[in-house]
């Protein structure tokens, strides 16, 4: 460390580390869930393999599945601070 307590230049200190860490695994599981709602929706939706395009069903079928579960989603992460301080709370 230089003067001041200051990680040398290049390098993280320690709390940027974790912080960067904590940006890396939300990033990932960001796109695991993505990957998991294309499959699951797509799944659901898209049966026609016929024709290169999706038909107006399945389209609105998708949306409907991918909004539904953004919503699902939006709704369990304002809940999860909650729960998460009930269960610190018992600790």
Known sequence: MNRGGAPPQGRLSPAQARDQELQIMQFKEMQ???????????????????????TDSEQGC???CIRRTMNVQTELD??????????????
């Open 32 to 54: 695991a869930f993505v990957t998991r709602t294309v499959k699951t929706c797509f799944s659901e939706c898209v049966n026609d393999f016929n024709s290169a395009k999706m």
């Open 78 to 91: 304002s809940l999860f601070p909650q729960i998460d301080s009930k269960f610190k709370d018992q600790q």
């Open 62 to 64: 998708l949306d409907a």
